[in-house]
């Protein structure tokens, strides 16, 4: 099998900055994607960024500018900066990884459990 455990989450005023990180770890042949999503109070889940195994990122126009994803693939871990915080971006943040776990079978798509992220008015 394969985990995904999210680190990092906090209390964090306005306008602060926080990083929250994510290790995959398990039967692992390699990570195509690793992302971010996030489920604010009350709300559905939205995509937060991706990073593929080449580099490329791709962010929700909401957190362009502010938030950066990197990765790295020796580790399997990928870490979200998140800067200029707004009380919006309060939501339970979520990492996925989109994994081949042999030659012969599929990719398939695990999620971490969650991180709370509370940013302060």
């Known amino acids: 099998q394969v985990q995904l455990v999210e680190s990092g989450g906090g209390l964090v005023q306005a306008g602060g900055s926080l990083r929250v990180s994510c290790a995959a770890s398990?039967?692992?042949?390699?990570?195509?994607?690793m992302g971010w999503v996030r489920q604010p109070p009350g709300k559905q889940r939205e995509l937060v960024g991706l990073?593929?195994?080449?580099?490329?990122?791709n962010y929700a126009d909401s957190v362009k500018g502010r938030f950066t994803i990197s990765r790295d693939n020796a580790k399997n871990t990928t870490h979200l900066q998140m800067n200029s915080l707004k009380t919006e971006d309060t939501a339970v943040y979520y990492c996925y990884a989109v994994v081949k776990r042999t030659w012969y079978t599929s990719v398939q798509t695990f999620w971490g459990r969650g991180t709370q992220v509370t940013v302060s008015s």
């Open positions: 990073v593929t195994n080449d580099g490329t990122t």
């Open positions: 398990g039967s692992i042949l390699s990570i195509n994607v």
